[in-house]
């Protein structure tokens, strides 16, 4: 398993390597009040992915964390609510 997982690793390695290689041509990336910055292609998609990926861990984070408040919530309710409502023991006659 971990040989096959090593060759899909080097044949994606290839494929960006040879995707960077065709794309060396640069672009101009045109911001706000004449603000221009001129990369290569394959770098601009390169920093473009890896910041979508970056957005997506914080959102990610996010809601993990208003559900891990809501589950102690949830937690916390639940233990109150046991101790209310405890059974009582019922005695054999």
Known sequence: MRIL???V????FLLL???????TDAVTIRYFLGMEWQAPLA?????TFGLGIFAGFLTNLLVAARQR???LALKRELHAHRHVHAPVPVEAA
């Open 5 to 7: 997982f090593l060759l």
């Open 17 to 23: 390597l040879g995707f960077a290689v065709k794309n």
């Open 43 to 47: 770098f601009v998609l390169l920093v």
């Open 69 to 71: 408040r809501e589950l």
């Open 9 to 12: 690793k080097i044949a994606v």
